[in-house]
């Protein structure tokens, strides 16, 4: 008998299908499979396949008593309850890879877009609000010469960091540990403490995981720490910054913008944030090109083959699950 894979929301199908010689895939007949149709369909499942904004949290994971792998289409994995899931002994594994470089390139355009007023002078030429074209108007912020303080030095951190290099930015950088000297040679890059960077860099990236450690990192107290003239970039998670902290200090001119992919509820975002003419919004499209998106399928269908083949080198997010006594996997 086939097994089974639960695929909570649709994604490219096409790299797929390789896997239907082997495996019942179980696809929504609409964009995703509603949390009573989860919680029916997913007893029956080997596999599911889960995807950022669907959470799998503790009840859909105890309902999947047949599950072996949680397979999750992206590299965040704070849509899944990871430690009910290791408790259980089921595999999560993530997409790292396919996400890095078009992150870095989102961030990259931010940061030039903030700096420049991109997205501010488009809006005002589109309403016609701008009359005065002379030299002594519309003026930016150049790159050139500026420190990008990149909180989170994982592969997308060290992506930015090659974008950033080639426009002439220096890089400062903070991370649960410091680099090799090899990959700060690498991207000229110098580690130091949290606080540090806050109040040296021109633009701050933020690039790590949302984690209980990295919940709410960016409050009241880390933004006042920044320069008044400085930018606050978000690729990462929502949750990680303040939100409500933001708002504060964006409208008090505490920090001159903030360019955001992400918020605390998506897809809503504050009103107060879309009214501010020095912060740009896009909606959470770091991974969302077509070269990505398609990639990202092709590395889970990878991932569940040579899962059930036993293969090793597979992105587990929760590798202490291979010594628990309750690793469904040994159960095939």
Not at 153 to 166: C, N
Not at 218 to 241: C, H, Q, W, Y
Request: proline letters at 5%; charged letters at 25%; hydrophobic letters at 45%.
């Amino acid at each position: 008998m086939r097994k089974k894979v639960l695929i909570s929301h649709k994604i490219p199908d096409k790299p797929l299908k390789k896997l239907e010689e082997d495996f019942e895939l179980i696809w929504p007949d609409s964009v995703a499979f509603s949390r009573e149709e989860m919680l029916a369909i997913i007893p029956s499942c080997d596999v599911v396949i889960g995807v950022f904004g669907n959470p799998l949290d503790t009840e859909l994971i105890k309902a999947g008593v047949r599950l072996k792998l949680i397979a999750n289409y992206g590299a965040g994995v704070d849509n899944i309850d990871v430690e009910t899931a290791t408790k259980a002994g089921i595999v999560v594994t993530n997409t790292p890879d396919a996400v890095t470089e078009p992150t870095a390139e989102l961030a990259m355009g931010l940061i030039v877009d903030v700096a420049r007023r991109i997205s501010e002078f488009d809006r005002a030429l589109r309403k016609k609000l701008i009359d005065d074209w002379g030299v002594l108007s519309n003026w930016g912020t150049s790159l050139n010469g500026k420190t990008l303080g990149i909180i989170g030095m994982g592969a997308i951190g060290k992506a930015l960091a090659r974008r950033a290099l080639a426009f002439g930015m220096k890089i400062i950088y903070h991370n649960r540990n410091k680099s090799d000297p090899a990959v700060e040679e690498r991207f000229e890059a110098k580690y130091t403490d949290l606080e540090n960077l806050l109040r040296n860099s021109d633009f701050v990236s933020l690039n790590v995981p949302l984690t209980s450690e990295t919940k709410g990192m960016i409050s009241s107290s880390e933004l006042k720490l920044m320069k008044p003239d400085a930018f606050l970039i978000n690729t990462s998670r929502g949750a990680v910054v303040r939100q409500d902290a933001l708002i504060e200090a964006l409208a008090k001119r505490e920090i001159a913008g903030a360019a955001l992919d992400v918020f605390d509820n998506e897809p809503e975002v504050p009103d107060a944030l879309l009214k501010m003419p020095n912060v740009v919004v896009v909606p959470h499209i770091g991974s969302a090109t077509t070269e990505a998106r398609n990639e990202m399928s092709r590395h889970l269908a990878e991932i569940i083959t040579d899962f059930f083949q036993g293969m090793k080198g597979l992105p587990v997010v929760n590798p202490e699950v291979w010594g628990s006594k309750n690793l469904r996997i040994s159960k095939i």
